[in-house]
């Protein structure tokens, strides 16, 4: 059996930009290592034939090619860093070829917001796939994918890996000899000192927006005007002169008392080495992202409404502002003694997503034995088993 899977590169690209570039590798690595798979390509719809600076494609053996190019390289097609063109998916059906949309983003907002709040977007034909294939955090969606596709939708597992957090804290401490992670932090140095907060949402989608993490601080700053030094509220540059939130961000004790930065885009592992202690996270109907992990990977605090990771870092149910005000003060009292059983909580979350691990790598053999169940290039290439 022979993988592609679509990536879009472009100019100035850098992995830290979403966590779906980090998907993608993370799948390939998967595919490389079941004994049926012969190969798996990148299909470019982009414009550089180059994956990030931070991707080693020599070192993955991973190569890069166009659509065309892929024509008759490969058995199975999947949809999920850049949208294929309709016409050679069509071409590829017939000749027996399989594909899959792998569904990564909340696809209700992906599907209703465009319209709704008039933003730019590109709509593929739906019918033209085999299979959809969603993660858990979208379960809920099936049904909706399910009629909308007019085909069958399999849940597959959410893989993430350090490999990328890694090199970064890497460079980051050649760079500026900081290292990542809480015990290095001001705050593990000085207990008595508030934390310094850091809310990374994109505030690009309703589901990961940086209004409740601002309450949450600013709501356990009331209560406890010690608890926090600093709220640094990022991706907020396009809303500076927004009224709605000028209007709201004013009405905060944190901002009126100078306790607030709004600033642009960072990558975690550099802003957090300099400037934050803790994350304050929210999602809605959006709870796997690869941010919770890197935060937690450097044993920082991380405060959350995610109902999957419900056993780490400190969790706050749906909107409940007040409860994870109650978690940020926890977590500045207590962090630190209790940073060995936190980082156990944390290892068995980095356990259950590892792509490698058994478990996934059969879930993942399984979804493509199916998918492919129906064809003769399984039975057919080296290494089938």
């Not at 850049?82 to 000749?95: E, H, I, P, S, T």
Request: glycine share 6%; with cysteine.
């Amino acid at each position: 059996m022979r993988i592609g899977i679509s990536v879009v590169t472009h100019s100035g690209q850098n992995i830290w930009q979403n966590g779906l570039g980090q998907n993608v590798i993370f799948l390939a690595e998967v595919f490389q290592r079941l004994p049926f798979v012969q190969s798996v390509v990148l299909i470019d719809v982009g414009d550089q034939r180059a994956m990030p600076p931070q991707v080693d494609t020599d070192a993955k053996a991973l190569r890069i090619m166009t659509t065309a190019e892929a024509t008759d390289e490969v058995d199975v097609i999947i949809e999920m860093g850049g949208a294929l063109n309709v016409q050679w998916l069509d071409l590829m059906r017939k000749r027996g070829k399989k594909v899959v949309f792998y569904c990564c983003g909340q696809p209700f907002v992906g599907l209703v917001e465009s319209a709704v709040f008039n933003k730019p977007a590109h709509a593929s034909r739906p019918d033209r796939c085999d299979e959809i294939w969603l993660l858990p955090k979208d379960a809920a969606f099936a049904p909706m994918l399910r009629v909308l596709h007019r085909c069958d939708v399999h849940e597959v597992p959410f893989i993430w890996h350090p490999q990328f957090i890694e090199r970064r804290i890497g460079e980051v401490a050649q760079i500026t000899g900081l290292h990542y992670g809480f015990q290095n932090s001001e705050a593990a140095a000085d207990a008595s000192r508030g934390l310094r907060v850091a809310i990374f949402e994109p505030n690009i989608s309703v589901v990961k927006t940086s209004s409740v993490p601002m309450l949450i601080c600013e709501e356990a700053y009331r209560a406890d005007p010690d608890s926090v030094s600093k709220m640094n509220v990022l991706n907020t540059l396009h809303l500076k002169d927004h009224p709605t939130m000028l209007y709201f961000a004013n009405s905060l004790n944190l901002v009126r008392e100078h306790k607030a930065l709004f600033q642009g885009r960072h990558d975690i592992v550099g802003f957090m080495v300099q400037h934050a202690d803790a994350v304050v996270s929210h999602q809605w109907q959006n709870d796997q992202n690869y941010s919770y992990l890197d935060a937690l990977y450097g044993d920082y605090p991380l405060i959350h409404n995610s109902p999957w990771l419900k056993d780490a870092g400190y969790y706050y149910p749906a909107f409940e502002v007040r409860a994870g005000a109650a978690q940020l003060r926890r977590a500045r009292a207590q962090h630190a003694a209790r940073l060995d059983d936190y980082r156990a909580r944390s290892k068995r979350v980095f356990d259950a997503v590892n792509p490698f691990s058994q478990a996934n790598l059969d879930a993942h053999a399984a979804r493509l034995l199916h998918l492919c169940r129906d064809t003769t290039f399984t039975a057919n290439r080296p290494g089938h088993s």
